[in-house]
């Protein structure tokens, strides 16, 4: 359990340095002000550095976690299949993130990040009815993969905290 809580605050943490992306912040203080004046930002050249090293440092970060392999095979006409599973998965289920890997001898097509193994059965209990052979496998996961998939999950969030309680007509 103190796993998954340091876990989950490192996550939020990284969410939060993305927030402050400099590129982001340039752009929302390029332009008019308020008061109608024009503002111009520049940056120093030691800070694009020091970020670009941040956010190659973010990139590399991985976690242990779980995938759920939906297809293994090492037949003739599997990295075909692997393929096409791979995109009826996506059309199904666009929300998770879905990979395609060959690991010799077999493709794989493993779906999901999870950060537990109660995760992975949550999300197997969802997809077994459309794979009934589906297990899940402990891969390591990149920060960067597991931003895009909690991502939706915090704008919905987000969204719904600043949404007014009373919308005016």
Not at 58 to 68: E, Y
């Amino acid at each position: 359990m103190r796993r998954i809580i340091l876990l989950a605050v490192a996550i939020f943490v990284a969410n939060m340095a993305m927030a402050q992306n400099i590129d982001a912040m340039v752009s929302r203080l390029d332009g008019l002000s308020m008061s109608g004046n024009r503002v111009r930002v520049t940056e120093d050249v030691d800070t694009r550095s020091a970020v670009d090293i941040v956010e190659a440092q973010r990139r590399s970060k991985v976690v242990s976690g779980f995938r759920i392999v939906i297809y293994s095979d090492n037949g003739q006409y599997a990295g075909d299949n692997a393929e096409k599973e791979l995109r009826s998965f996506r059309s199904m289920f666009p929300y998770i993130n879905a990979y395609l890997v060959y690991e010799s001898p077999y493709f794989k097509v493993s779906v999901g990040d999870c950060l537990s193994m109660e995760e992975a059965q949550m999300l197997m209990a969802q997809l077994t009815p459309h794979y009934p052979k589906a297990f899940p496998k402990r891969e390591n996961i990149r920060f960067e993969e597991l931003y895009g998939a909690r991502r939706e999950v915090r704008d919905t969030l987000v969204n719904t905290a600043t949404k007014p309680i009373i919308e005016e007509n």
